[in-house]
């Protein structure tokens, strides 16, 4: 018997990892819906200056910010009316009624020229009748500000994940309780927040919570055998998409940021089964010799899955736990001698494994250049990801469709990430799909002037695959990392995609230079890391979680079947002295 055989025995029909994978999935509601409101409480309608200066001009000329302040720097009139005829007789006007150059008769009767910088507006009610924007003016030179708010949000996002890398020693169970906890928490703050300074930080703080939505998948995939993960853990994401098409719609009949954000917290409640149905890791407790808990949740297990065991079943469980603790790290030292999937470091996984760090990660050369290739794939997949949510334009010019459009695709994009991963392999799937984002997101902008329905086809193809790599790159994480740093590896990939993807509010501001700028720029770092994964990383598919840093660092790219047969033996020689003890 082994771990494997253990979860393949009290599996059954899976009642239980189905329901807590439900559970677990429905607090994406919360997560996709504050993640979304970006795009809603940002939202810039249409505005037109209102500024009771303007009754003063007899004709006005709205001008960029550039045009602006170069106009502020010439002092004469006469300059001025030399810069400005061409302008004036062609009519020009600038996007935003923001700066302005307006002719003003002065006290002597002549006609002066001026810069005006507008300091009233009046906003459209379409699409959103009221956003963060309408109540505070965030256009013109407070533009930076959405900016600004889009990037600490993301940057929030990153220190949450950062802060979890050091969360291994910490029971997952309760850590998890403690996020949906702060998710409630700070929810109601950002409602009840007086202005924008204090809306800004509770937006930051909320955002340190996000590290709710991919603690579930560890403790899922750490629950169910090896052949059920790809499964598992991929259709836990379906809630997202949901969760996606909900926003849009909240969105859509709210119209107003403030009722918006007030009716989602009625989405909080998808927290509460957690505190109910969420068991502590059997392997996390093993690993910290917590074997009395061990077989209890083994025992939880056994009974919503209405499996019953052979007398002796849990003792034994216990008894080949405990053989992995005292042996894994001698056979690991055994095996590397002479085996060309050992590293000239592996002694360095050999100490006690309640005490794997981040430094060991980056000691070892194989577990260092994973993780180091899986944070570029991952980043160059988030970053095009956020890249595309945040754009309220990408797939169809109505916001409101483009959001529910994007959250379709997540569905599909989950199921087919369980279909493929599952029988293509984590590897190949991932190279496929990000070669297939570059090709659709660049497509996108060319195509859209000519056919704006072949273009929102083709953009609905790459939010998809870029979705499906997403999910595939998640599932690789988990498996890339044993045990004992299993969360510190998955978060540090995450803390790497979300200070990648920090950029992304400004690559989309680049739009403005050049419409297809951004949309080359993700487009070029989703094929970088369909290269880097192609040559750097191993299929993981067949492979069983490994529990060591030694047996992780033995996994080869080029040299899966070898890791998989050494450790099926390793696996068998423990039985054997486990059954002489």
Known sequence: MNYEDVLCTLYGRGFFQIILTVCCGLTNFVLIFEFQSIIFLHLTPEFNCSSTSLNEFSQVTWVTESEYLHFQNLHQPKDLDAVLSN?????ASAPDQCWAIARQRGDDGQELMRPFSCDQWTFSNHPMSRTLVTDYNLICD???LVTLLET??????????????FTDRLSRRKLLLFYAFWDCLTSVGIVLAPNLTVFFIIRAL??????????????IAELVPTKKRGVFVNLFWIPFGLGYMLTAGIAYLTRDWFQFRLYGLLLLIVHLPLFFIVPESPRWLAVHGRYDEFVKVLKQ?????????????YEEAVVVTRQMDTQKAIQGSDNSNGNILASSQSSMANKPRSHDSVLDVARLPNMRRKCLILALAHSSITLCYF??????????ENVFLNVFFQGFTEIPSAVTAWVISSHV???LSLIVLLLLTTLTVIATPVIKPIQPLASTVIAIAGRMAVTTAYCISDLYAAEMFPTTVRNMGIYIIMTAGAVVAALAPYLNRLA????????????????LGSVLVFFYLPETRKCPLAQTLDEAERLVCGHEEDWIEQMSKTTTEMNINSKQI
């Open 301 to 313: 297990i056994a009974a919503w899955n209405r499996v019953k065991v052979e007398e002796g079943f």
């Open 142 to 144: 407070r533009r930076y």
């Open 152 to 165: 600490i949000v993301i940057m929030s996002l990153a220190t949450a994940y950062s802060m979890a890398i």
């Open 87 to 91: 302008k004036f007789h062609a009519n």
């Open 206 to 219: 909320r955002s340190l919570s996000a590290s709710i939505c991919y603690l579930p998948p560890c403790i």
């Open 425 to 427: 392999g984590r590897r």
């Open 512 to 527: 403005d230079t050049f419409y297809c700028l951004p949309a080359l720029l993700y487009g070029v770092a989703c094929a």
């Open 387 to 396: 890249g595309l949510s945040i754009n309220a334009t990408f797939t169809n």
